[in-house]
């Protein structure tokens, strides 16, 4: 297919699930809201900030309530919430992938009816758009790609690709307690991705369709997606005890309710924020569970995103990990946080391992004969969620 075919292709497609906008958004926008795009400047030279205005109006008769995550009112490109084509192919994002926590009253923009609010956001650098030529901007559903709206604008001159920090030290821009507190978390998290690649890798085949931990954290076995967590597992595990970190506490790209963040390919750098250090160093939701997380997100481990939870769905947490599990195992697989409680266990579930063991124990017990055992982790401070094993048991079918 030559470049205008598939441009025009492309554009067709756009345009076919952009009618589809107002029937399905509400899985993550609020219903009766739309979303229009506009550029202030669309000749763009080499010096020009490359911004963007989206538009955000209440069209129904209720007041409507906007989680200000994953959109532009954040002020900042957070979330992947864009389609932007250059010359008619689409750009891959390169933006920030943040956990935040919970959203509070204050993380919500009312709308009356009628009423619209409109918010800009600089794109070069979350998309890579550096070099001439044309582009088109469409707004979509983070969760479900659905697209609306659209704007075009022109770079009329290349830009430099950016110049990455050099990777000199293993804390940047945090105080000495700071540090000292990111490199004891990623210590515990060494342990925790330790013992859940052990407890992957020593399951026999025949006892993983009965396997109660990884039913409760990603859902009906198959061998292909047992296979992407035990693999994702490993290298994530093999980057925790083997790469050498950057711990930026800067935290320049998140927002006052952000955890921690990393870019996907760069694969040495975790970010955090204040939020990372008012949590626990250990348990379900910890400093240690948060490093999981975020190492699962790079490129060359599990290459995670966050799931469709946690933008406009404002569901987060253990709950909202368990029930991907349920009612979408192949996306289970391929979230962050499912590997990150599945690692941490703070339900305690075991696991069928071939050693005897039930892989249920505290981090720190050696997966396999030989194995010095892990650092020893200070308890979990959370209570442990049982209230939802028998709940999940049920749902999937487990014999208890």
Request: net charge negative; with cysteine.
């Amino acid at each position: 297919m030559d470049q205008l075919a598939r441009k025009v292709w492309i554009r067709a497609l756009l345009a076919s699930v952009a009618g589809l906008w107002f029937s399905v958004s509400a899985a993550t926008l609020p219903s009766g809201l739309s979303v229009s795009i506009s550029v202030p400047q669309t000749h763009i030279g080499r010096a020009d900030p490359v911004v963007i205005s989206v538009t955000y109006q209440n069209q129904s008769a209720q007041v409507v309530h906007l989680l200000e995550y994953g959109t532009a009112l954040e002020g900042t490109v957070a979330e992947d919430f864009l389609m932007v084509l250059q010359n008619g192919e689409p750009l891959p994002y390169q933006g920030i992938l943040a956990m935040r926590l919970p959203p509070s009253s204050t993380d919500y923009t009312v709308l009356e009816p009628g009423q619209s609010i409109t918010a800009s956001v600089d794109i070069e650098a979350s998309y890579g758009v550096r070099q001439i030529g044309e582009y088109e901007v469409f707004y979509r559903d983070p969760n479900i790609g659905v697209l609306a709206g659209s704007s075009q604008f022109w770079l009329t001159e290349s830009r430099p690709e950016p110049v990455l920090p050099k990777q000199a030290s293993v804390a940047r821009f945090c105080t000495v307690a700071q540090a000292t507190a990111a490199d004891g978390a990623l210590g515990v998290a060494e342990s925790y991705a330790r013992r859940a690649r052990d407890d992957l890798r020593n399951t026999p085949v025949s006892a993983r369709s009965e396997a109660r931990r990884y039913k409760y954290w990603f859902g009906q076995y198959t061998p292909a997606r047992w296979s992407r967590v035990q693999d994702g597992m490993t290298r994530i595990y093999s980057a925790a005890s083997g790469r050498r970190f950057t711990f930026d506490c800067a935290c320049d790209a998140g927002t006052n309710r952000t955890i921690a963040y990393v870019y996907r390919s760069r694969t040495s750098e975790i970010f955090l924020c204040e939020g990372f250090f008012n949590m626990p160093r250990s348990g379900g939701d910890s400093q240690a569970s948060v490093i999981v997380h975020e190492i699962s997100h790079f490129n060359d481990t599990a290459n995670t995103d966050d799931g469709p939870n946690g933008v406009n769905g404002a569901n987060y947490g253990q709950s909202a990990a368990v029930g991907l599990a349920i009612t979408n195992p192949d996306r289970a697989v391929g979230t962050a946080s499912n590997y990150q409680y599945f690692a941490a266990n703070p339900t305690g579930l075991p696991m069928p391992t071939s050693g005897g063991g039930d892989g249920g124990g505290e981090p720190g017990e050696p997966g396999e004969p030989g194995t010095e055992p892990d650092p020893e982790v200070p308890p979990e401070p959370e209570p442990t969620p049982l209230i939802l094993v028998p709940i999940i048991d049920l749902l999937l079918g487990n014999d208890r």
